[in-house]
């Protein structure tokens, strides 16, 4: 399934772990950031590099803080990143964030020509970038992305998987 995600070379496995694994740096301070949010929202935190590799944009869960049913970290993140380059074209940086985004923001992503999405677990429920429907290969979609999935796909799931198990105790 992952293969689905990847574009590129298949060939060359080597350079693509190479690739992953500047991934998974950011991936880890990611979930830091979620552990810390999930103490009041769902935990997820979502970045966005630019070109330099430069982290120009931070965003966490904030619907519920917000009461703001577009508060996803995506969108927060966008709004963030938007307004430090003072433009809504990010087609050459990259979103980094631990939950596959879910349809809206996958369509937000879309809508901003982000160039490249990365993300650790997969939604199968929700997702918008392949774990139920691939808005970015869908014929709708005016602008194609690279979609990388499964980056520490095992932490980022555990974090989200205790989360609920916690939510469902309480109630
Ligand atoms: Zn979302």
């Known amino acids: 399934m992952r293969d689905i995600f990847e574009n590129g070379n298949s060939n ?3 350079q693509k772990k190479t690739n992953n694994s500047k991934y998974t740096l950011w991936m880890n301070s990611i979930l ?3 552990k810390e949010i999930g103490k ?3 935990p997820i935190c979502s970045i ?3 070109e330099r590799g430069r982290c120009i944009g931070r965003g966490v869960n904030r619907r519920n803080i917000n009461n703001d049913p577009l508060g996803h970290a995506e969108i927060m993140a966008l709004r963030q990143a938007s307004l430090i380059k003072n433009d809504w074209r990010f087609n050459e940086c990259i979103l980094i964030t631990n939950l596959e985004p879910c349809t809206m923001c996958a369509s937000a992503l879309i809508q901003a020509r982000m160039g490249k999405v990365v993300f650790g677990a997969y939604d199968k429920k929700r ?9 970015s290969k869908h014929k ?7 979609i990388i999935g499964g980056i520490l796909e095992e932490e980022c799931s555990k974090i989200l998987q205790l989360w609920f198990k916690k ?3 309480q109630k």
Request: glycine share 12%.
């Open 140 to 146: 709708s979609s005016h602008h194609k992305m690279e």
């Open 40 to 42: 009041v929202e769902l």
């Open 127 to 135: 997702g918008g970038l392949g774990g139920s429907i691939n808005l």
């Open 12 to 14: 060359n496995e080597q």
């Open 32 to 34: 830091r950031r979620s």
């Open 167 to 169: 939510l469902r105790a």
């Open 48 to 50: 966005i590099l630019d």
